[in-house]
């Protein structure tokens, strides 16, 4: 599936920018990665179990413009992962203006329940990883005074009922966003995404049952702007703090519809 050499050669020839975004085989990483690549920057996919998905991507995207997109796959609950993404990253690319750290586990903790794995897999994929990624590939992202962008969640401010760890994961990601922003600073920037609610999680996709309708009109009244955000929001909010936002540091930017006002 990579195509590391080709992509270093291109990339020499051409002084490409390159963007790593975790998670994004599918859904909001999928649509960070595509806003980038449709800005001209090779564009590095991460996946973890979605091998098929990220395939599809990196072919779809590589039709457009030949050696322009590949894929790593790493559990970032890994150690070992985490520093073989970034070494891949490092050795083979080369190169690095935006890192987006958008993969995330998301599901409830019942308090009385949480273990030392239900902490870790939540704290790892959200956080951690988060972390070990942004000092590994800092001397990287400094060369091109690059950027970091973490996406994080309105529930990092206001925790999700039933949803501790996560919410847990998600505060210490923004705090994560305004430390590395002053150690890392003044050669790369960092900044992060908050999103309200964009994609109806899975339990309540069914819009024909009535306690699921409920639900989501109980959701949408918290939103002073009355509807879901869009995958493409987030995208845009990414690009621009990193391509834009060139006095922008420590800032963490709401795109949730002003859910966090009500
Ligand atoms: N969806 C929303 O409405 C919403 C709202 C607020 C905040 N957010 C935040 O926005 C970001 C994207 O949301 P989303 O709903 O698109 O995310 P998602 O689909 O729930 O997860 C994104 C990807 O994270 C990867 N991932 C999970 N655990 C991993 C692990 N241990 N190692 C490596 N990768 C792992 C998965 O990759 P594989 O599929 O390859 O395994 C998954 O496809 C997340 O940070 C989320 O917290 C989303």
Same mark, same amino acid.
């Given at each position: 599936?990579?195509?590391? %050499?080709?992509? @270093?050669?291109?990339?020499?020839? *051409?002084?490409?920018?390159? /963007?790593?975004?975790?998670?994004?085989?599918?859904?909001?990483?999928?649509?960070?990665?595509?806003?980038?690549?449709? %800005?001209?920057? @090779?564009?590095?996919?991460?996946? *973890?179990?979605?091998?098929? /998905?990220?395939?599809e991507l990196v072919n779809q995207l590589n039709h457009v413009r030949i050696d322009s997109a590949s894929a790593i796959q790493a559990n970032l609950t890994n150690s070992a992962d985490v520093n073989a993404l970034a070494n891949q990253v490092i050795?083979?690319?080369?190169?690095l203006d935006t890192l987006v750290n958008n993969a995330s586990s998301f599901y409830g903790s019942t308090i009385g329940e949480v273990d030392d794995d239900h902490w870790n897999d939540l704290i790892d994929s959200n956080l951690r990883a988060a972390f070990f990624l942004s000092q590994a590939l800092s001397p990287l992202l400094s060369k091109h005074s690059g950027s970091i962008v973490n996406i994080v969640d309105t529930h990092?401010?206001?925790?999700?009922?039933?949803?501790a760890v996560y919410s847990i994961a998600k505060a210490g990601l923004k705090a994560l966003t305004k430390a590395l922003a002053t150690d890392l600073a003044p050669?790369?920037?960092v900044n992060g995404v908050s999103p309200g609610a964009i994609i109806w999680p899975a339990r309540f996709e069914n819009a024909e049952d009535e306690t699921v309708k409920l639900?989501?009109?109980?959701?949408?009244?918290?939103?002073?702007?009355?509807?879901?955000?869009?995958?493409?929001?987030?995208?845009?909010?990414?690009f621009f703090l990193a391509e834009e936002g060139s006095y922008i540091s420590g800032q963490v930017i709401r795109v949730d519809g002003g859910r966090y006002l009500a």
């Open positions: 599936m990579l195509s590391m %050499n080709v992509l @270093q050669i291109y990339m020499i020839m *051409n002084d490409t920018k390159v /963007a790593l975004i975790t998670g994004a085989a599918k859904r909001i990483g999928a649509c960070i990665a595509e806003k980038f690549h449709a %800005n001209n920057y @090779q564009v590095i996919i991460h996946y *973890n179990h979605s091998a098929d /998905a990220a395939l050795s083979f690319v080369g190169r990092g401010d206001k925790p999700l009922k039933g949803y050669k790369v920037r639900a989501r009109e109980m959701i949408l009244q918290k939103i002073p702007l009355g509807r879901l955000g869009e995958m493409q929001n987030i995208a845009d909010t990414c």
